[in-house]
């Protein structure tokens, strides 16, 4: 197992997840951000969609709030409701105003079956089970683009015109709020699961519920390739 | 631990519940229907307050529906529901009948606040935590009143004008479905927390959900008696 | 706007629907099934799929008996889950199992990603918003299945294989469901929109969800040819 | 109907609503704050009670969030979430902890049944219908404090001992929040219910959250003198 800044029951998750979890992190949209060869019309596509994701990203994360247990979760999740609508999503906005699309526009774009697929499966995770079902499925997201944007803003090519997009997930602040949530994440399963959570009975379904946030994340970045 | 028809977990709960659980099996109201003591106003009161419990407790059960893991916990799960809406429920409507009470106007009953307090603790527990948080709320209504249907039937009165309720809680029907549930409930016990269910750093929470329960039908049966 | 048998409020949807409707109920995969065309092989990877599928509607049928207002609304919903649960089901469980698929095994399968993005879009409906935007999400499904059984049951080749599964659309138990359903759903419309529903400021939107429901059935068939 | 600065639909609400809203923001508690004679005991015993009242608030703001359908309505849910758990409920921390209660306990503290029925009232609210059902059963206390906090400002006795308390709801932080959910709550009901929303068939079921809301918010303080 690679430890990871993002704590321990992630980087449990991670190793398990096989090679899943390459194909998200490496996937030719990814390259294509690095290199700058990902056609505009593909990002844009992609930015339209991803807006669209984050509002039910917010919403799932303010389902986590209902689902917390402890103060510590509530303050966490409600801390990155926050953060989504009120910095992640500004990104997009501006990128997309510069190329012609308000943000009505975007709250209102078609969603793909990609999009639904993986968004409604995080809320259903949560209203199927209970905080950790729920941080299982959001879990990828939050880790995957950390390690994406570290991983980038070391290695971009100098003139890839994706910078802006880099720079949103390397930044201190997105790389400090998710070292909040892995510590929290990791408080969470030892408060429900104890200390050798990967001997209980449910770690099994937990690891599931991140392999397939992992294998939708996947089809997510397919969709946006398709989109060009 | 007494053991019990209805299972181990049960019997667990039940056992760590202290005297609340006899204060809930044992109480005044109880006692009055009984031994036939307990004033006509105050049955009628509590039945009209148990129908809409009903109501909601159906609604709990629904959701224990979409909060399973298996398709035996599905089944069981939908069969109560069923067992409510179309068989303990008519117990009330006929008696309301019988006293001029018709079905719509027990249907839009102005709920008590214990009433209140109760059905929504249940349906909370199950939007906040998964099946088993749900599952602790249900259990103290589901086998106390099996408990107290085959206690009644034993040993109460022989002119008590309750035989009637009575019978509803000690019939086959109703006695086999709890056995039933509570087999379901052992099975869904260790599908999440093991073989050693005691030593999830969940139980005490588990626990105090049953607990809150068990003193929400001792408050239920006051209201019951106040209503008088 | 065409006539239904299963009602006004599937009347109105059906026909502002458009050319949608039309895809997804003569979709290449029902006219497969229709003259026995359809691959055996696609024929059983659909009717996994439609296993878990129904696991999950069985879900969201029961999170509308959560919803209800009325008690009618309540018995139809619940009495619908049974239905699903414990007949339709049943169907996809003998045939299976005659292709040596047991139950075990479909209720296992891994979800297609349209699967997922049906199945949880309904659910999330009902999280979302009320009983009406649950049902604008389940009535093409529902009442889809009962014109495309109707119309096999007429016009199918007399050498189809897929006799069986016109037979459990077309029979008088589907049906009859499908008339129930439909007829309490024109009574909840009125009951939250009152005599003239279309012009309410909630319409479009209700629309929007029962439109995109179809477009997901639309998805459902392609799924099934392209498992073949 | 009396116009309110926190909106049209409020307004609405309120004065359909009857004596009850006196009842709740001129109960003998209230008039306790403002005269300086509520017994110390009685409020802390409030003061902890409405600690873990706010929990669940903040929970059910969350649930709006995930509720919402428009990005107006998912801001100004969200920041309302912020604003309970790192504001409002500041003053309680303080308060209590310079009565000797720590954080830990008041989040820890055993619920009054008032408390159980009142929060869980609001959350099922949520659970069962759409956005206006859950802001119909939070509107009473927000609102509710804003007026008492207004009052109180201008009418309390000088040498209150309660003055912090009022202070947190006549100041123009919790005033200014206020306005915004008002006026965030007049156009969600236009969005759903068009420009005559009491002439839908919603409205009267509308009214019965909002005036059981506040016969809650009654027995709170109810809860809050017995306590003493």
Redesign the interface.
């Known amino acids: 197992m690679t430890a990871s800044v993002y704590g321990h029951t992630f980087a449990r998750w991670r190793a398990a997840c096989g090679g899943a979890w390459q194909d998200y992190t490496h996937h030719a949209f990814v390259e294509g951000l690095r290199d700058g060869s990902l056609p505009r019309a593909s990002f844009l596509h992609y930015l339209v969609q991803d807006y669209v994701f984050l509002?039910h990203f917010?919403?799932a994360w303010?389902?986590a709030?209902?689902?917390?247990?402890?103060?510590d979760e509530?303050?966490v999740?409600?801390g990155t409701?926050?953060a989504l609508?009120?910095h992640e999503m500004a990104l997009h906005v501006q990128t997309c105003a510069a190329a012609g699309i308000d943000?009505a526009t975007l709250?209102a774009a078609t969603e793909a079956?990609?999009n639904?697929?993986y968004?409604?499966?995080v809320?259903?995770a949560g209203?199927?089970?209970?905080?950790l079902?729920l941080m299982a499925a959001l879990a990828p997201c939050c880790f995957g683009y950390g390690e994406i944007g570290t991983r980038l803003a070391a290695t971009a090519a100098p003139d890839t015109p994706y910078r802006d997009w880099i720079n949103t997930y390397c930044d201190d602040g997105y790389q400090g709020a998710m070292v909040t949530v892995g510590q929290m994440l990791d408080r969470a399963v030892?408060?429900?699961?104890?200390d050798a959570p990967t001997t209980?009975?449910?770690w099994p379904?937990l690891q599931a519920r991140f392999d397939m946030a992992t294998r939708?994340e996947v089809?997510f970045w397919e969709m946006g390739l398709r989109g060009a």
């Open positions: 509002v917010a919403r303010s389902l709030v209902v689902k917390a247990d402890t103060l509530m303050k999740c409600a409701v926050d609508v009120n943000e709250f079956f990609e639904i697929a968004t409604r499966y809320m259903d209203l199927h089970g209970d905080f079902d030892t408060h429900r699961l104890g209980s009975a449910r379904r939708l089809a």
